[in-house]
């Protein structure tokens, strides 16, 4: 329940604006809240500005991983979309495409139309 609050949260907050100054660390910690540590065999490296972090195996790593089968490079606004929206042309990916897919399917479902995405996850 709590990665469908992150979520809704983060759709209801919008991305961060270039003005914003995110804290060190905030790469990892923003992984945690939104992916449920769910084994996916694979590991997914984010690079976003200066943070570094990746998901191995369904477990939150800080910085780079031993050997990702993806690379995604963003900025902040970026991996939002790529989070939030699922857009991975807000992306770079570097290597396999389909291990970053196989990533985003194990976020919370995102809801089918606006009203959906302002209304209050408890409501549902």
Sequence with gaps: MMHVLAHWGARSLGPPSPEEELRPGWLAGALRIAFPPTATGTSVEFRVDDEHASL?????VCGAADTPAAVVTADAAGFYRLVVD???????ITGSTRAVRDA?????????????????????
């Design 56 to 60: 191995v195996d369904g477990e939150v």
């Design 86 to 92: 699922r857009d991975l042309d807000a992306v770079s």
């Design 104 to 124: 985003l399917a194990a976020l919370p479902a995102r809801p089918t139309s606006a009203s959906d995405a302002t209304a209050s996850p408890v409501s549902r």
